[in-house]
């Protein structure tokens, strides 16, 4: 049997990248437009994936115009499950249309760009926090064989691969399918997604969680998720969503 070198794995992994950007040449994770090899979001798409800056609020993590404030007003008068999250981008124009095409296009290779981004501006935060796994939202099976994959997922695993964190997609089932969470006010959001995830095993052998999904709007599908970990054993839930709206 032939054994090759480090240095020829690496080179041969090379030529197999360059082949795949010559057949499957990289897109914009914004506009979509082929891009130049070298390169991962057009010039002009640069302003249409802004990150998410100070001030934000101290839980969620959505930016809130007043600076001389610490929470939102949603985290104001609601207590999550969840003890504090972060996000990447704002929620809004061109973004917007990128979370759509990875959510529902199969446009999963804009989860490597997420994933680096969020690795970027968030790693010194979750290793403060001292994060053991990365937990993603969990789809219901059926809606997951519908759609050919949980978007969840595939960022949880891009981001894991960039903070060397294992992503763990076993301990939380989502055993009942839902109403998507757009359609719903907050109270409706709640009651929709009562009993809908469940703990696999009996007991969570992690402490310290961070929970991954695309998009954050009221928390209520964070809270449910971590709940449900709290309940089997973990100590502290965290989360980091690709995209989240403006806080007031």
């Known amino acids: 049997m032939q054994v090759f070198s480090g240095r020829a794995v690496t080179h041969m992994h ?74 990447v981008f ?12 990875f959510k529902y296009s199969n446009r999963r290779e804009y989860a490597q760009f997420y994933a680096k981004r969020a690795a970027d501006i968030h790693s010194d935060w979750v290793l403060r926090n001292r994060i053991e796994v990365i937990v ?40 009942r399918d839902t109403v998507p969470q757009k359609e719903l006010n907050d109270k409706e959001r709640q009651r929709n997604l009562k009993n809908a995830f469940q703990l ?20 209520s599908t964070m809270d449910a998720v971590a709940a449900v970990l709290l309940s089997g054993g973990a100590q502290n839930i965290y989360y980091i969503c690709i995209s989240i709206g403006t806080g007031f």
Not at 90 to 101: C, E, I, Q, T, V
Not at 201 to 206: D, S, T, W
């Open 200 to 219: 696999a095993p009996n007991i969570v052998k992690y402490s310290q969680i961070l929970l991954v999904d695309d998009i954050y709007t009221t928390g």
């Open 14 to 87: 090379t030529i197999v990248k360059k082949l795949s950007d010559y057949f499957y040449p990289p897109r914009c994770p914004i506009c979509d437009e082929i891009l130049p090899l070298g390169t991962v979001i057009c010039e002009d798409c640069k302003k249409e994936a802004a990150a998410v800056t100070e001030p934000m609020c101290k839980k969620c993590g959505k930016p809130i115009e007043n600076g001389e404030r610490e929470y939102c007003s949603d985290c104001i008068v609601k207590s999550h499950a969840y003890r504090q999250g972060k996000a």
């Open 136 to 175: 993603p939202i969990p789809m219901y099976p059926k809606k997951k064989r519908r759609r050919g994959y949980n978007q969840a997922e595939i960022f949880a695993r891009a981001l894991g691969k960039e903070l060397g964190i294992p992503v763990d997609t076993g301990t939380v089932k989502r055993i």
């Open 90 to 101: 704002l929620y809004r124009a061109g973004m917007k249309k990128s979370m759509y095409r």
